[in-house]
């Protein structure tokens, strides 16, 4: 017990010392430019005088829909074309959308821009007197980074609750059959599908857990920007169907577009407490399911069972000599 105390004690003094150097080197940095960004957070508050509303419009609709349209731009064309072929070999659920269906594609294209432009853009219109209420989003002092790294732990923390719960809610039977199934019609996702959902699902599982956060801190727009555009592009990430090096593992939520069944939340804290992740913690997935540092393919260096690969590429793909 005692040597168990202190190897965890020695670990948490470090981690404590580590993240205490991490945060004071980057305030730092953003101090030293500090000024800078508060002078041009001044000058676009001086072009904006009296259209305040419309500076939020940009920040927290424009600015994240390019960042999310950048992302999948890039993936899209390695979907379409299957170059450059070096991706292919990070592909998750082998042969599958290769290439991606074309007809199905655009169908979901034109989905994902009516939620942008019909429900997401409308919903901020709602939220922005509720800002303004809270506090102004375009007020003239820019927040610090300790404060704006509490918010960002806070929206992250909202954001599982409220996933995690509004997205199992959905796979009941009823909600399932008429919401949620059109978001599943991807058993292997593509980046841009992370917005492709009936309406509904958009407002209660997308839009409210990325929304409520900012709402109840009160968040200024610089914050708001960042996370929504964080938030657009880590579900991208988590949909693109490529575990890709030094980005974060989409294994978790791929895995539950292939089997439906497991893995409801964000960050998995949620699926660990009620035991969703049960049979996931179980396949190669989840042995895949870490940060890939170097640049083999994880379903090189751990793949998976012959049985499971037999069955999906077929005895005479296996073994050609036969």
């Given at each position: ?95 599958k959308n290769e290439p991606v269906d074309p ?93 492709y959902a009936h309406p509904i699902e958009h ?120």
């Open positions: 017990m005692r040597r168990t105390a202190l190897i965890l004690g020695s670990g948490l003094l470090l981690s404590v010392a580590f993240w205490n150097s991490v945060t004071w080197h980057l305030q730092r940095f953003w101090g030293a430019s500090g000024y800078f960004w508060q002078t041009q957070w001044e000058k676009l508050l001086s072009t904006f005088e009296g259209n305040e509303w419309l500076l939020f419009f940009i920040g927290a609709a424009l600015v994240p829909a390019l960042c999310f349209w950048g992302f999948n731009g890039l993936l899209l064309v390695v979907d379409t074309t299957g170059k450059p072929t070096f991706i292919s070999r990070y592909r998750i659920q082998l042969g007809v199905k594609l655009r169908q979901s294209i034109c989905t994902v821009l009516f939620n942008q432009t019909m429900i997401s853009l409308p919903m901020l219109v709602i939220f922005y007197p509720f800002f303004k209420w809270r506090r102004d989003p375009c007020c003239q002092e820019l927040p610090t980074f300790h404060w704006f790294l509490v918010e960002l732990a806070f929206f992250t923390l909202v954001e599982e609750i409220l996933f995690y719960y509004s997205h199992r809610l959905l796979h009941h039977p009823t909600l399932y059959k008429k919401i949620h199934k059109k978001h599943h019609e991807w058993t292997a996702p593509i980046g841009v599908i992370s917005i407002v209660v599982s997308n839009m409210l857990p990325v929304m409520v956060g900012p709402l109840a801190m009160g968040s200024h727009l610089s914050s708001i920007t960042v996370w929504l555009s964080l938030a657009l592009i880590i579900t991208t990430i988590s949909h693109c169907g490529y575990h890709l090096p030094f980005l974060p593992s989409p294994e978790f939520h791929d895995y539950h577009h292939l089997k439906f069944n497991q893995c409801y939340g964000v960050l998995g804290v949620l699926d660990h407490l009620h035991g969703t992740d049960i049979i996931f913690k179980q396949t190669k997935a989840y042995e895949r399911h870490v940060l890939l540092l170097g640049f083999t393919p994880l379903s090189e260096s751990i793949p998976d069972p012959p049985k499971k690969m037999e069955s999906l590429l077929g005895p005479s793909q296996l073994f050609p000599h036969k």
